[in-house]
């Protein structure tokens, strides 16, 4: 069963920090590419990063460049999107997607597998 499960969420203080990790399940990521996208309620699902798999390569939206950083362990099979920096807007749930091949850019067009989403809180 192809499953990707995103851990990591909770609740921090404005200018902290977070990891959320992307592990994945019945499929090995090295011939993906991963994206961390965000969703708050009512809004459209914004996309936030891409790593290449087989390469390394990274990519970022403007709005997250500066403080998010994605990197990838093909051995644990796994992505991480370390957050820094933190902002009260930075607050929602994140999720991680799998798109076979490489990066398009920093967004995900076609995904074929999502995570359940982890919830992170960014607040004082």
């Known amino acids: 069963q192809v499953q990707l499960v995103e851990s990591g969420g909770g609740l921090v203080q404005p200018g902290g920090s977070l990891r959320l990790s992307c592990e994945a399940s019945?499929?090995?990521?090295?011939?993906?590419?991963i994206g961390w996208f965000r969703q708050v309620p009512g809004k459209e699902r914004e996309g936030l990063s891409c790593?290449?798999?087989?390469?390394?390569?990274?990519y970022y939206a403007g709005s997250v460049r500066d403080r998010f950083t994605i990197s990838g362990d093909n051995a644990k099979n796994t992505v991480y999107l370390e957050m820094n920096s933190l902002k009260p807007e930075d607050t929602a749930v994140y999720y991680c997607a799998a798109e076979f091949g490489v990066c398009p850019g920093y967004k995900i067009v076609r995904a074929d597998a999502w995570g359940q989403g982890t919830r992170v809180t960014v607040s004082s």
């Open positions: 019945g499929f090995t990521l090295e011939s993906y590419a």
């Open positions: 790593i290449s798999m087989d390469t390394g390569s990274t």
